[in-house]
């Protein structure tokens, strides 16, 4: 059982930042990946950024050189940066965990999705 709180979305105008936090809480045992996915109004969750426990990151395509996502391994904790945002980058973020060392039905967990709003 894992808990996951979100916070950092908000409003920003086209071209600011925002800095999205999460942290995992409750029976955490190996975390293995902590992420960040997205979903707009209409379309599909999709992933924005993971990185590993040994430090290894993957972006989407669309946020390279615009995002980085960083981790404390000891506080269980995962920060999204994000730079030059779009308003294509709106949506409701969620922070995502995958555990190691467990079976499949405790292995994924999702946090409740904070909004990010890019408009002028």
């Known amino acids: 059982q894992v808990q996951l709180v979100e916070s950092g979305g908000g409003l920003v105008q086209p071209g600011g930042s925002l800095r999205l936090s999460c942290a995992a809480s409750?029976?955490?045992?190996?975390?293995?990946?902590m992420g960040w996915y997205r979903q707009a109004p209409g379309k599909e969750r999709e992933l924005v950024a993971t990185i590993t426990r040994g430090a290894n990151t993957n972006y989407a395509e669309f946020v390279k050189g615009r995002f980085t996502i960083s981790m404390d391994n000891a506080k269980n904790t995962v920060d999204l940066q994000m730079n030059s945002l779009k308003p294509e980058d709106t949506a409701v973020y969620y922070c995502?965990?995958?555990?190691?060392?467990?079976?499949?039905?405790?292995?994924?967990?999702w946090g409740q999705g904070t909004q990010v709003t890019v408009s002028s």
């Open positions: 409750g029976s955490i045992f190996s975390i293995g990946i």
């Open positions: 995502y965990v995958h555990m190691t060392f467990v079976m499949s039905s405790l292995r994924d967990y």
